[in-house]
């Protein structure tokens, strides 16, 4: 055994126990980065212990006079318990994130002090410019290892590329070009195929020392399979079905003392589930992005020690959560790719514990796998677009104001920047973007392999929720990763042929259907202008008059499936299409809205109903307002508001354009009743219709205004 190697089993049992052993890779990782200085990628499944090997090997740099370890990892809370174990290896281990800007200059300072063995920092800081010009450069002068967690980020072949891991290449460029003597790297990750693995190695390769010659990655992959966990999908057609299924498995099923989470695939649906097994005497919380930081290092806390029953969150509470004796883990929803399941899914059975795993499809899932297929995607027209009006600009234009010049929504128009910027196609500065000239070319060959890509991981996923399939739960998804040993498991609901054994009581069955038939979708008001609608020819700007904003409004249905969903989709698609309506939809969703109309805690009732006018939707809309003011005996104006010709919301991809869109196309053609009005629309999307709507009804005179709706795309 060599010194490096016995130095490291006793690092490893201060970190693990007296009785760790090191694994026989882990032993040829940190041999390889401490003597060899090599550049190494670790493909391993999670729980592993592929933070013990750069823990080590940090310990033993340093002890040989090597400068701190700089980690480069997405996961806020994985760096809370990275943390926390590298202190108990007595490494000194700070953080430099979106949360402590603060705190920079003076984690800085310590740094170059030597005070600091371990800087973790999110990738998003590689490409803020104050973070690269007046920190990175020092640091790269001084850092003795690079590790780079969840290393699949780095390829546009891994199923959760970011644009800003791009920038880690500036990090290799500048080791390679201002160190004498190599730097060793170390790329982590638990889901990489054979294609992202080729990948990540080769661009580990381009790292050299200056003027030396360039060295092969050291890739070490070890099998992928879990053997403690236990796979299932459980099919449930209606969503109170699922959510009295969800019920019925923390009741009968989830281990005792063990908390487990529950996945959902959107901020909304977490916090409705959590509300309803709240209800129904499940000890649970909601865990989301909606959370500030204190708020979720609290559950983080009690969840791991076992407070809750369960934890429904969104991917917020994901990759970076280290819990061995997670109880289980349920998907309500399912990802479209089995390599990012299979990530999900690992924070369960690390402690050796047999751990359920569930996947919950719902109707919903194939419409968010078609946003998520093209993320990411540039397209040649969107690109020219930036382009453009970046180069017609006289300087660098802030965000807000380039949104009024593209017709891009605000999300993806910061993704296709981040691609450009690390493309050298466009620069950031504290001012904004500006255009560099460098010619851009799309590489349409390249883009249509991802979308290949993807399609091909949607087909296994498909395979792998059909209820109708045979093959081992565990080996699709293995296999889905390449990996050489996938083989059936023995344990998943296919293997055995045994499916979940749980019988939902019938007060829970009645239960669920209650509260997904009552739940309210409330839809905020809009408070502001968009910036820049000067731009696009209107004078709005700044705060919306308090007294034209909207009260906050209603929704029937949402993206999330309700009992409501099936009627509303059928009537849509018959409004579209110039049918007549089903009269039982009719029925049917004219009898929910008055349920929501009676729940409603308005501060005094609307006196007559407001139609808003629309070219595809605006005969279902009036038909069902007629409806509503028979049965609450008010009167209702079609004729207030008018359509002007206008491309639909639907073409506007931001705010800015939608906003100047609505006021384009509304106009107020009638005076609108005295009192409360009840703004009744078929479809919402960005919001702006209504808000338009709302700032010409209270301007002719209505004291407030009401907006009720009956499907939102994205309510809130």
């Not at 998943?492 to 045994?498: D, E, L, P, S, V």
């Amino acid at each position: 055994m060599s010194d490096v190697i016995r130095a490291a089993e006793g690092h490893l049992r201060a970190l693990a126990g007296d009785q760790a052993v090191l694994r026989g890779d882990q032993a040829v990782a940190i041999a390889a980065l401490v003597d060899d200085r090599a550049r190494a990628l670790v493909v391993q499944r999670t729980g592993w212990g592929k933070s013990a090997v750069y823990f080590i090997a940090t310990r033993l740099l340093r002890d040989r006079g090597g400068g701190p370890t700089l980690i480069v990892s997405p996961l806020l809370a994985l760096m809370r318990d990275q943390l926390a174990a590298a202190r108990r290896m007595g490494l000194a281990a700070a953080t430099i994130n979106s949360t402590n800007p603060d705190d920079w200059r003076t984690i800085e300072a310590a740094t170059q002090r030597g005070e600091v063995d371990l800087l973790l920092i999110s990738p998003e800081r590689l490409n803020h410019p104050r973070f690269r010009r007046e920190i990175l450069e020092r640091l790269v002068e001084e850092i003795g290892m690079l590790v780079i967690d969840e290393a699949h980020c780095i390829s546009d072949h891994g199923h959760d590329f970011r644009p800003d891991y791009r920038r880690i290449g500036d990090v290799l460029d500048l080791l390679a070009t201002r160190r004498s003597a190599a730097v060793p790297v170390l790329a982590c990750t638990a889901t990489a195929t054979d294609r992202v693995v080729t990948d990540v190695a080769e661009q580990l390769r381009d790292v050299t020392p200056a003027g030396g010659a360039g060295r092969d990655t050291l890739v070490l992959r070890g099998a992928l399979a879990r053997d403690t966990l236990e796979l299932h999908v459980a099919h449930r057609d209606r969503h109170d079905e699922r959510l009295a299924f969800l019920a019925a498995y923390l009741r009968q099923r989830a281990p005792q003392g063990r908390s487990g989470i529950i996945y959902t695939l959107t901020v909304a649906e977490a916090e409705r589930t959590a509300a309803f097994l709240t209800g129904v005497g499940c000890h649970v919380v909601a865990y989301t992005s909606r959370l500030d930081p204190a708020g979720r290092t609290a559950i983080e806390d009690a969840l791991g020690d076992n407070a809750y029953d369960a934890v429904v969150a969104t991917t917020a509470l994901s990759m970076g959560y280290d819990k061995p004796d997670l109880g289980f883990v349920v998907h309500l929803g399912a990802p479209s790719s089995p390599v990012a399941y299979y990530q999900a899914i690992g924070r369960a059975g690390r402690g050796g514990q047999p751990t359920d795993v569930v996947c919950l499809p719902t109707a919903n899932d194939a419409t968010l796998w078609d946003h998520f297929d093209v993320a990411g995607v540039p397209t040649e027209a969107e690109v020219e677009e930036i382009l453009a009006a970046l180069g017609d600009a006289e300087g660098p234009l802030s965000l807000p104001r380039l949104e009024t010049r593209v017709n891009i929504r605000r999300t993806r128009l910061e993704l296709l920047l981040k691609v450009l910027d690390v493309d050298g196609n466009v620069v950031r500065d504290e001012r904004g973007y500006a255009a560099t000239g460098t010619t851009y070319a799309h590489d349409h060959a390249r883009y249509e392999r991802l979308l290949a890509g993807r399609r091909a991981e949607r087909r296994v996923m498909l395979h792998y929720l059909d209820p109708m399939g045979t093959d081992c739960l565990m080996e699709l998804l293995t296999r889905a990763l390449d990996d050489p040993g996938a083989a059936a498991c023995g344990r998943c609901g296919r293997c055995t042929g045994n499916g979940l054994d749980i019988e939902v009581e019938d007060e829970l069955r009645r239960a669920a259907e209650v509260f997904v038939a009552s739940v309210d979708l409330p839809l905020k008001a809009r408070r502001r202008w968009p910036t820049g609608l000067d731009v696009l020819g209107y004078p709005q700007r700044g705060n919306i008059d308090r007294a034209a904003q909207l009260a906050e409004g209603r929704a029937l249905t949402g993206n999330e499936s309700s009992s409501y969903t099936e009627a509303m989709d059928r009537l849509l698609a018959q409004a579209a299409s110039g049918e007549e309506f089903d009269e039982d939809a009719l029925d049917r969703i004219v009898d929910g809205l008055a349920r929501v109309l009676a729940r409603w805690p308005w501060r005094a009732r609307p006196r007559a109903i407001v139609t808003v006018p629309s070219h595809t939707y605006g005969r279902l809309t009036r038909v069902v307002a007629d409806r509503l003011g028979e049965l609450g005996h008010l009167p209702v104006h079609h004729e207030v508001l008018a359509a002007r010709p206008s491309a639909p919301q639907s073409d506007r991809g931001n705010s800015a354009h939608q906003a100047a869109g609505a006021l384009g196309a509304l106009e107020l053609v009638g005076g609108p009743p005295a009192g409360p009005v009840l703004l009744v629309d078929a479809l919402r999307r960005s919001g702006w219709t209504l808000t338009v709507a709302g700032v010409l009804l209270s301007e002719a005179g209505a004291n407030e205004v009401l907006p009720l709706v009956l499907h939102a795309t994205a309510a809130g």
